[in-house]
C-alpha cells in the first residue's frame, strides 16, 4: 500500500495571505482613528463653545439679581412704602433632581404650607432651568436654626436675604397705597419672565399695582462659580440692579390722618381734591385693613376674618362705593336749568311741601314736610329744598339733565391713576332700555333730580364735580402721582384738561359759590361754620329703606344698617379754593352729621398745616422714624383690622331725628 503524500508548504501564498490580514487590520485601525480625529476636532473645534458653555453651566452659574422697588413717599417727602430684607429659603433648580422629594423632606423643616408648595410649584414649571426660585420668605429664627442643623441634607437648598416691602403706617393709606404680594398664576402667564427674573412680589391694588412698572425697576446679574453642594465659592462679574423709580404722592400724610380719624368706628368714605391741580390731598376708606399682612402671604384666618367681615375692610368705598348722592348734586342741577334757560337768579317758586306731576296723584314730598314757602335758587340750594328741583326736573327733563349732568364726570369714570374705580350711573331712558327692557317714566325723572332713583356715584365723583363747581366750570382730573425719580419718565398730568359747556358767565358760578356759602353760614351746614375762612359745602341725605307713599318715616323702627346715609360736599376757602371734599357716612342719618367730619380737615389744611403739620413720629412696628431702607422689628402678624368698626361711636354728637337738615 502506498503511503499518503504530504503537500509542500508554499510559504509565499502564506506570506501573501497574512500581508493582506495585516493590510486590512491597519486600514481598519486607520479608518476608526481618522473617524476619531475627525469627531474630536469637531467637538474641539466647532461645538467647543458649546461644550465651554455646558461646562461651565455646572461650574460658573448667572443668578439674577431683583432689583428694589422703588420707594413711595407723600406731598413732604414722608415714606409711605419701604424696603427691608428678610430671610428667605430658596431652592436651585439645577440641583434638584427630585423637587417633591426635596418639597416632602423640606416641610417640617420650614414649617411649610400647602400655599408655599404649591405657589412653588406652579413657579417652578416656569421657570428656566438655572433660575433661583424663592421657596418661603420671612423665615423666622426658629425656621434658620432647624434648617442650618440639616443643611448638608438638602443640596440645591440655601437661605438668603431677599428684599420685601413694608408699609410703616399700617392701614393708614392701604386703600390709596394699596400693596404688593406674590407672583400668582394669572400674573405668571403676563409678565416678562426676564425682567421679573428673582422677583417674588408684585404690585396688586392700588398706586403698587397703578405703577408697578415704575416701581418694580430693571434686574441684574451676577456669575458666581460654585461647587456640587451649590455653595458659592467665588463671585466672578457682577451687573448691578436698577432700582424702581421713588414716587411722590400728591397726599398729604397729615390731611389723610386728620381725615381717617373722623371716620375711625364707621363705615363711610372721604376724598380731598385741589380743585385747580386735580390732585387728591386725601383718599379714606373706613373701615380700612393693614397691607402687610399679605406682603409674604396672608395666612387663611387672617383672610376669613376680612373677607367675611360683614363692614368689608377690603372694599374701597372712596373709588368703587356707588351711593346714591342725596342733595349734594343740586348745586350742579341749578347750573344746568340756568344752562338751559329754565330758570334765572329771580325765578321764584311756592313750595307747599310736594310736587305732583299733572294728571297724577303721586306726590314726591319735600324732605319738609310742610314746605319752604316761597323760594328762589340761593334758598333752594340753602335749605336743600326739593320741590324747587323736582320743578326744575321736569321742566328740563332726563335727556337734558343727562347732557348737562355727565360733563361734571357723573356716570363715567374719572381716570384717576388708581385700578377698579367704578364709574356709578346718571340713569337714562337708553339705560333703562337697554338694562331693564323697560320704557323710562317720567316719575323716575324727579327721583334723579334729588340724587335718588337709579342715580349713584362715588365718593371721588362727587369730589370731582365739587371741585369742577369751585374751579367755574374747569374739568381737572384726579391724580396721586405728582412727581417720579429715577431711570424710567413718566408725563404727569397736572391741571385742567377742558371746560365744561355753560351758556352762563362767571358771575353765575360765583352765585352759585355764595349760595353754597350760605349753606354753610344759615342752612343746612350752618354746624360747620368758621370765623377764620369761609366754606361753600352742600348736605345730602340717601334713603336706605323705602318708606311707602303716604307712610310715616319713623326712625326708632329701623335697624341700625337701615338709617340714611349721611353726605357733605364742599370746598374752602369759597372765594379762592384750594381744597374740595365729599364724605359718606354710611347710615350717618344726615347730612350735617357728615358735614361736621369735614370740619376737623378743612381746619387742618387751611389753619394748621403749615403753621403745625402733623408728621409721622414712629413706625408702629419699629418704634423710630422710618426713613428709606431703615428696618422695622418685626412685620405685624396678628393685626387685621387697625380701626375695627363701632357702629354710631363717633366724635360727632347725632342731630335728632327732626333737626331742620336735609
Known amino acids: 500500500m502506498s503511503k499518503k503524500l ?24 486607520s479608518i476608526f482613528i481618522f473617524l476619531l480625529l475627525v ?35 407723600d406731598r413732604n417727602g414722608f415714606l ?51 433660575e433661583i426660585l ?100 467665588r463671585y466672578l462679574g457682577r451687573k448691578e440692579a436698577v432700582r424702581g423709580n421713588d414716587l411722590y404722592l400728591s397726599l398729604d400724610y397729615g390731611l389723610q390722618r386728620v381725615a381717617s380719624e373722623q371716620l375711625i368706628g364707621k363705615r363711610g368714605a372721604m376724598v380731598a381734591i385741589d380743585p385747580s391741580t386735580g390732585e387728591i390731598l386725601a383718599l379714606v376708606s373706613s373701615p380700612s385693613f393693614n397691607p402687610n399682612l399679605f406682603v409674604t402671604g396672608i395666612s387663611h384666618t387672617n383672610y376669613r376674618a376680612l373677607s367675611d367681615n360683614i363692614d368689608q375692610p377690603l372694599y374701597n368705598r372712596a373709588l368703587q362705593g356707588t351711593y346714591p348722592p342725596g342733595s349734594t348734586i343740586k348745586p350742579m342741577a341749578a347750573m344746568g336749568g340756568l344752562h338751559y334757560n329754565y330758570i334765572d337768579w329771580n325765578t321764584r317758586i311756592s313750595d307747599p311741601g310736594y310736587f305732583h306731576l299733572p294728571g297724577d296723584s303721586h306726590k314726591f314730598r319735600d324732605w319738609r314736610k310742610t314746605g319752604h314757602g316761597v323760594v328762589d335758587i340761593n334758598k333752594a340750594i340753602a335749605q336743600s329744598c326739593d320741590t324747587f328741583f323736582y320743578i326744575l326736573a321736569y321742566q328740563m327733563g332726563i335727556e337734558k339733565m343727562h347732557a348737562w349732568m355727565t360733563q361734571f364726570g357723573f356716570g363715567e369714570k374719572t381716570g384717576v391713576d388708581l385700578p377698579n374705580e367704578n364709574s356709578g350711573l346718571y340713569p337714562s331712558p337708553e339705560w333703562k332700555m337697554r338694562t331693564r327692557n323697560k320704557a323710562w317714566l317720567k316719575g323716575e325723572t324727579i327721583s334723579v333730580s334729588i340724587g335718588q332713583g337709579a342715580f349713584t356715584a362715588t365718593p371721588l365723583q362727587l369730589a370731582l364735580a365739587t ?39 362767571r358771575d353765575d358760578w360765583q352765585h352759585m359759590h355764595a349760595a353754597m356759602e350760605s349753606v354753610i353760614t344759615s342752612g343746612t351746614g350752618r354746624s360747620i361754620r368758621s370765623p377764620f375762612y369761609r366754606i361753600a359745602g352742600k348736605t345730602g341725605t340717601a334713603q336706605v329703606k323705602s318708606i311707602a307713599q303716604g ?32 364724605v359718606i357716612w354710611e347710615n350717618g342719618r344726615h347730612g350735617s352729621s357728615a358735614a361736621q367730619l369735614t370740619k376737623p380737615v378743612f381746619d387742618y389744611w387751611l389753619l394748621k ?21 431703615a428696618k422695622p422689628a418685626e412685620l405685624p402678624t396678628n393685626s387685621v383690622l387697625s380701626t375695627p368698626p363701632t357702629p354710631n361711636t363717633t366724635n360727632t354728637p347725632l342731630p335728632s331725628a327732626n333737626s331742620d337738615d336735609e
Do not use: W
Not at 504530504?6 to 485601525?29: C, D, H, L, S, T
Not at 474641539?44 to 439679581?65: C, E, G, K, M, P
Not at 398745616?609 to 431702607?629: H, Q
Open 6 to 29: 504530504v503537500p509542500i508548504k508554499n510559504i509565499q501564498q502564506e506570506k501573501q495571505i497574512f500581508r493582506g490580514r495585516i493590510y486590512f487590520a491597519m486600514g481598519f485601525v
Open 39 to 73: 469627531r474630536y476636532s469637531y467637538l474641539q473645534i466647532y461645538q467647543h463653545q458649546h461644550f465651554q458653555t455646558v461646562s461651565d453651566s455646572n461650574r460658573i452659574r448667572l443668578q439674577a439679581l431683583p432689583p428694589a422697588r422703588g420707594y413711595i413717599y
Open 80 to 130: 409711605l412704602a419701604d424696603n427691608f430684607p428678610v430671610f428667605t429659603a430658596v431652592i436651585s433648580r439645577a440641583d434638584i433632581h427630585d423637587i417633591d422629594d426635596t418639597l416632602q423632606r423640606l416641610t417640617p423643616v420650614l414649617q411649610l404650607s400647602s400655599e408655599d408648595i404649591d405657589q412653588f410649584k406652579k413657579r417652578a414649571k416656569t421657570a428656566r432651568k438655572t
Open 134 to 233: 424663592t421657596l418661603k420668605m420671612n423665615l423666622t429664627e426658629h425656621d434658620i436654626a432647624r434648617f442650618s442643623e440639616l443643611k448638608q441634607n438638602f443640596i440645591g437648598v440655601r437661605i438668603e436675604t431677599q428684599m420685601t416691602r413694608y408699609y410703616p403706617h399700617g392701614d393708614l393709606f392701604a386703600h390709596v397705597i394699596g400693596y404688593v404680594g406674590r407672583i400668582n398664576d394669572k400674573e405668571l402667564k403676563t409678565i416678562d419672565k426676564d425682567l421679573y427674573a428673582g422677583t417674588n412680589l408684585i404690585g396688586k391694588i392700588g398706586v403698587e399695582k397703578s405703577y408697578e412698572e415704575l416701581l418694580h425697576g430693571t434686574p441684574g446679574y451676577e456669575s458666581v462659580e460654585a461647587d456640587a453642594h451649590s455653595n458659592i465659592l
Open 467 to 505: 371741585a369742577i363747581t369751585a374751579n367755574y366750570g374747569q374739568h381737572v382730573k384726579p391724580h396721586v402721582l405728582r412727581e417720579t425719580k429715577g431711570s424710567k419718565t413718566l408725563k404727569i398730568l397736572n391741571g385742567s384738561d377742558y371746560k365744561i359747556d355753560f351758556s352762563g358767565t
Open 551 to 582: 307712610k310715616r318715616y319713623n326712625e326708632a323702627a329701623l335697624k341700625e344698617r337701615e338709617y340714611d346715609h349721611g353726605l357733605f360736599v364742599g370746598f374752602a376757602p369759597a372765594d379762592q379754593p384750594t381744597i374740595a371734599i365729599a
Open 609 to 629: 398745616r403749615e403753621k403745625d403739620p402733623i408728621k409721622p413720629v414712629s413706625s408702629p412696628v419699629s418704634g423710630g422714624l422710618m426713613t428709606a431702607g
